[in-house]
């Protein structure tokens, strides 16, 4: 009895592989990653445990730079306490003011979309352009608008970013700033609420809900995912905030006045690493202070999605 064999498929040559197919596709994306992605990283890593200077004169520290960052810098501890109110001050504003103004312009009027537009509009601008813009918003004497405006109630002409003896007028005035970056917050919140079906407020209706009830039982448990994606952004962008404070700290440059404002009422991370870096010419505890900032950011991160987890609903999902 003769037994019909199967013939044997040809086997494919390595190149011809799915897989390696796959991987040869991604290859220049992948290279571009890691020649300016990961390896940049791992230089940086490696340049924050040691004493170099822009001209990349190296010599290994081990931790020193990390150790005095942390226990003998006098300087990083005002600034973490700046940031510490800054972030906590900025990320209210950007998402209270901006679900405020989601919820008025979700509202059917007409003209809503102009008022969209024009209250989203300025978050588009530069970084540099709205530092100097709020610059003179917040000059001392009476030009400045914040002092016209106040000057309506009767308030003294205040000197927000040279007062000596109130150098935390500065950061208050840092902090009003993200007024003008709420419309990008208010955008996404906008994108939430139009993905909430209308049938869920109608039901509540019948139910007799009023509108407070509706937004506390309807509104807010299922724009709860937006409201975490949007404070996990403004918190990853104003750890990273640079421009402003840069601008705030100095009329003519950093050759003529502290970078970190008076009595470093205005440094952050990103302005003292710029400081140690480049006017100090220290990489190496420039480069700590990145992974300092980066753990910081992390943490925080995780923290805000570790408490997001008690009140966040994703989708018809029963809350925890």
């Not at 588009?124 to 000059?139: S, W």
């Amino acid at each position: 009895m003769t037994i019909a064999l199967e013939p044997q498929r040809p086997q494919r040559r390595w190149w011809r592989r799915e897989g390696v197919q796959g991987y040869l596709y991604i290859s220049p994306w992948l290279l571009g990653f890691l020649m300016f992605g990961v390896a940049p990283l791992i230089a940086a890593f490696m340049t924050s445990l040691s004493k170099a200077n822009v001209f990349r004169t190296i010599r290994f520290v081990g931790t020193d730079n990390y150790e005095k960052i942390l226990t003998n810098d006098p300087v990083f501890a005002t600034i973490a306490g700046n940031m510490l109110i800054y972030v906590i001050g900025s990320t209210v504003i950007s998402i209270g003011l901006g679900l405020i103004l989601a919820l008025l312009l979700h509202k059917d009027f007409r003209g809503n979309h102009v008022f969209r537009t024009l209250i989203y509009v300025p978050s588009l601008l530069v970084g540099i352009a709205t530092a100097y813009l709020f610059k003179q918003v917040f000059r001392g004497g009476e030009v400045g608008l914040a002092n016209m405006f106040l000057s309506l109630f009767g308030t003294d002409p205040v000197n927000w970013l040279g007062d000596s003896d109130k150098p935390w007028l500065a950061l208050v005035a840092l902090i009003l700033v993200n007024v003008w970056f709420a419309g990008g917050t208010m955008l996404i919140f906008l994108a939430g609420l139009k993905g909430i079906p209308a049938s869920y407020f109608e039901a509540a209706r019948v139910d007799g809900a009023g509108p407070w009830q509706m937004f506390r039982k309807v509104t807010l448990p299922l724009l709860s995912p937006v409201i975490v994606f949007n404070t996990v952004m403004a918190l990853i962008g104003h750890i990273q905030v640079f421009e402003t404070p840069l601008a705030f700290a100095n009329s003519g440059g950093v050759a003529t006045g502290n970078p970190l404002g008076y009595e470093n009422s205005l440094g952050t991370f990103v302005t003292y690493l710029y400081v140690k870096g480049f006017v100090y010419q220290d990489m190496g505890y420039a480069s700590a202070l990145a992974f300092i900032m980066f753990a910081a950011t992390l943490l925080l991160t995780g923290l805000v999605l570790w408490l997001a987890r008690r009140f966040t609903a994703y989708g018809d999902a029963d809350q925890n």
